[in-house]
């Protein structure tokens, strides 16, 4: 089965502090996505990517930044965080065309900022 | 911009009888899919349909389409305590050649037991 590992379940950062939320898939998918989740509104992608080094915004990537060294990990970062990021992030990953084939996603980082 | 928006919102019923969800979407697909989470936990993906057909079925899953009025249907036959969960549907972005899905908002699914 596909594993997609997010790092932390639960998380308490400061306004203004540099937050980094780790993703890892263990399947070798090309693709990865980041998506934010909150009541009423659904998911929302903030940033994919579709191979190593490379990254495409999604509908809401301010205040967003993503690196993807390595294949296996795609990292999204919060520069400065504000308290309107609190949310649920959920990671995914796919293999092939993005929209062609099932995602697979983590449990979720519940991010909470004070 | 969200693609796939379903109905009804919320919906509660007896363990045993049969839950039906929809699902309407505005632009042009080459497949939808639906996804399943239960509370506090990731989306877990349940069956993909392509444009070009009209139902399928997973165990005791079933999900139509029908593609002139831009919508789809779920339905869970005989269901389970353990089918209470929210279900999305989900459809490729063509202005984004297909490489993303667009989520709706979601069908919150109680099965009282």
Request: contains cysteine; glycine residues 8%.
């Amino acid at each position: 089965d596909v594993k997609v590992t997010q790092s932390s379940r639960y998380l308490v950062k400061r306004t203004g502090e540099k937050v980094f939320l780790e993703c890892v898939q263990d399947m070798d998918h090309e693709n990865m996505f980041w998506y934010r989740q909150d009541p009423g509104l659904g998911l929302r992608l903030i940033y994919f990517s579709y191979d190593v080094k490379m990254k495409e915004k999604g509908d809401i990537p301010e205040g967003y930044s993503v690196s993807r060294e390595k294949k296996e990990r795609f990292s999204l970062i919060l520069e400065s965080a504000s308290t309107n990021q609190t949310s649920m992030y959920l990671c995914a990953s796919s293999s092939g065309q993005g929209a062609f084939q099932p995602q697979h996603f983590g449990d979720g980082t519940r991010l909470s900022i004070l | 911009s969200q693609q796939g928006e379903e109905d009804p919102q919320a919906l509660s019923i007896q363990e045993g009888e049969n839950a039906t969800m929809n699902c309407s979407y505005k632009t042009s697909i080459n497949n939808l899919q639906w996804y399943r989470q239960n509370s506090g936990r990731g989306l877990v993906h349940l069956i993909l349909i392509r444009s070009n057909e009209r139902e399928k079925h997973s165990g005791r899953l079933r999900v139509t389409l029908d593609t002139s009025k831009k919508s789809s249907s779920l339905l869970i036959t005989a269901s389970r305590a353990a089918d209470t969960a929210s279900y999305f549907c989900a459809t490729g972005d063509p202005n984004f050649g297909n490489e993303k899905l667009t989520f709706g908002t979601g069908t919150r699914l109680t099965i009282i037991p």
